[in-house]
Structures are given as C-alpha cells and as structure tokens.
C-alpha cells in the first residue's frame, strides 16, 4: 500500500513498484493530490486505488485486511513548512495523529513493514562543521512540519521496542533532502497547489512571462550569496524507497538519508533552468525568509554503504529536463486529465 498516491512521490513510487511486477493498492484523500496521478496509475493492470484519509483507522483496517497488503510506504503528509507555521495543528493531526491511526491499523492488521518519508527538516539549522549532514546529527527542527515528521519518527521507534508491534515488525525511516524531476517517460509529474519548490516555480515562470521569481536572499556566506541545497531525482528517490524496503528484516529499523552529498544554489539552479528551457524567465532579489539555513546537503555514505544505492541522476540538468518534459507536457499540471 502506498498512501499518498496522488501525489508527487507517491505517483511515482507507484509506478516504480508496479513496473517491479508488485501489486499497488493506492490511498490518498486528494486534500493535496490529484485525481489525474491516480488516473495515469490506473493504466497498470497491477494498480487499484482507494480514496480514504488515513485518520480513518477503521477503513485502513478494512483495506489492509481485504487487500492482503504485507508493506506500506508512508508518502501522505502536509509538506508545507512555511504553512506549518500558521496552521500546526492541521500538520500535528495529518503527520502525526494520522500517521499514528495508520501504525495502530497497521499494527492490527498484522503488517510487518512500513517505509516513512521523513525529511532533512528534522535536522533543522546544523552548525556549519556538521554538514554535510549525515544520521547521527542532533534533529533539532525548526518549524511545526519538521517537528511533526520527527515526533513520528519517536512512535515508530517506540511501537518497534514494544509489545504492541505485530511479531517480525520491521522499519525504515528515510529522511529525504529536496526532491525534484519528473519520471523521465513523462507519465507522471508535479503539480502542487500551490508550488513552493525552486525547480518547477522556474519552469512556470518560463511558461509564463507574468511570473518573476524571488531569490530569497543573496547575502548568505556562500559563493554567490544564495542558498545551497541537495537535489535528488524523484526517481532515484523512489529506487531507494524499494531497495530499502526489500532490504527489511524482522526487526530492523533503518535510517538513512536521501540526498547526492552535492549542493546547488538557487543561482546555479536558476541558469541551469534558463538553459534548459531556453527562456531567460525574469527574476528579483528578495530578504531571507524566516529559517532557511545557508547551506543544506547530505552526506549519503550510510545508504551508499548498506543498501548500494547511489543516485543515478548526479546533474541537476536532467532533474531539470524531465521536470521541463512533463511541464511541457502538461502545463496547466494534471488539471485537464481530471
Ligand atoms: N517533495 C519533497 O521535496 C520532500 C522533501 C522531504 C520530504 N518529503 C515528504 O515526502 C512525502 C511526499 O511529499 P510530496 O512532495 O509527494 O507531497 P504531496 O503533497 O505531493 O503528496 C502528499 C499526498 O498525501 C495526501 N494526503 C495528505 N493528507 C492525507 C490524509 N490525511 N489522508 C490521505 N492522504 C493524505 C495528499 O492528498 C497528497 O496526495 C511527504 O511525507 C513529505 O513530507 C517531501
């Protein structure tokens, strides 16, 4: 079972299973997704999809135990940080209150393994000498999504120690950094309401000349004043989650973060995207936002060593250029497949 399925990720680790030959059962409540991703997933003969909110224990119950489903990888969330901020206890009751109604429904159906996306906004702002960040670094978020994400963290930590976990209980908590690209067929892509991310604001920006792009910030102690961050190919990310999830044994618990261990700036990102889309899209310098640290990027050697993945997709431009592939594609997102 996949929850989250409509959305960004979730579509994508769909179809990355499904073409592995698994069987997908497909959740999502499409309070941020789209009913198109789940259309372009119904094309698998292996896909089934249910539209059910994951605070509801007793219709997960229902279709973990007719579907027979023997692993869940947890993608539904609110992934909003700035929201977060003004509305946490929407984010506290979907990441955590539902994520707990999910274990305990999981716990009694007698599933044994779980994949949780969590995210590099639990470690917070690290000092400079601890990046790039690897595991062990002190998770001290920062925002109430970052906080949320980590609180669950504990409850799979805790139930995985206890009595209450189904026996052969088993986990995997991957803390992923920024995620970007599109599926390099173009079946699936983006599109958040609204989009927050670097990489597909550019490429909207080079579609419509009424939107400019503000740089949040160009007095960072950095090279070219802007902030850097880790980018990884959604579908590198979705190889992870299935290497990792068949990789679990009976009472493992693994963490792992999920980045290149290289970092782009928001300047470096911006002229990749002007290359690649051949539009020069206009841009303005802007403040700081509130809690965005100046340099973010993981050191992926824990994931590189124990489980041989390694993203395939290095380059940012071909992260770009399969973003551009389905914007192009689709560029009012799935709105015209509903
Ligand atoms: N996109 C990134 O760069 C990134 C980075 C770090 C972590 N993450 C994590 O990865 C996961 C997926 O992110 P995404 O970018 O695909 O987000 P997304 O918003 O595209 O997808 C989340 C999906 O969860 C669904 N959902 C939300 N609340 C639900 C509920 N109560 N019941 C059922 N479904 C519900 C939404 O409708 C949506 O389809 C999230 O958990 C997020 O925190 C994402």
């Known amino acids: ?64 135990k007719k579907n027979e489903i023997e692993a869940v990888m947890h993608f539904a969330a609110y992934a909003y940080v700035g929201e977060s901020c003004h509305t946490p206890l929407a984010y506290y009751n979907t990441n955590l209150v539902g994520s707990i109604s999910l274990l305990s429904a999981i716990a009694e159906a007698g599933v044994t393994r779980i994949v949780f996306s969590s995210t590099c906004a639990t470690y917070g ?128 618990g693994k963490i792992f973060n999920i980045g290149t261990g290289r970092g782009y700036s928001v300047l470096d990102v911006i002229r990749a995207c002007k290359k690649i889309t051949g539009v020069n899209f206009r841009t303005n310098n802007g403040i700081r936002r509130k809690g965005d640290p100046p340099v973010l990027y993981a050191d992926p050697t824990c994931i590189q060593k124990e489980m041989g993945w390694r993203s395939k997709y290095t380059g940012i431009e071909t992260m770009i250029a399969d973003a551009w592939k389905w914007m192009l594609k689709n560029p009012h997102g799935y709105k015209e497949d509903d």
């Not at 690290?126 to 670094?137: K, V």
Request: with cysteine.
């Open 125 to 252: 702002e690290p000092p400079a000498d601890l990046i790039p960040i690897s595991e062990t670094c002190e998770q001290r978020p920062i925002n109430p999504y970052g906080r949320s994400k980590l609180a669950f963290e504990q409850v799979l930590k805790d139930l995985a120690e206890s009595d209450e976990a189904p026996h052969g209980f088993c986990f995997a908590i991957l803390r992923y950094f920024n995620i970007a690209g599109a599926d390099p067929r173009g079946r699936v892509g983006e599109d958040h309401q609204p989009e927050t991310h670097l990489i597909p604001r550019c490429l909207q920006a080079a579609l419509d000349d009424h939107q400019v792009i503000t740089i949040f910030g160009t007095d960072y102690p950095t090279d070219d004043g802007t902030c850097i961050r880790d980018y990884v190919h959604v579908d590198d990310l979705v190889d992870a989650h299935v290497k990792v999830l068949e990789s679990l044994k009976p009472g493992d």
């Open 1 to 64: 079972m996949v929850t989250g399925s409509a959305g960004y990720i979730g579509s994508h680790a769909c179809i990355k299973l499904l073409e592995d030959g698994h069987r997908v059962v497909g959740l999502d409540n499409y309070s941020r997704g789209n009913p198109g991703a789940t259309t372009a997933l119904e094309r698998f003969p292996g896909f089934s999809f249910v539209q059910v909110d994951i605070r509801d224990r007793s219709k997960l119950l229902n279709v973990l």
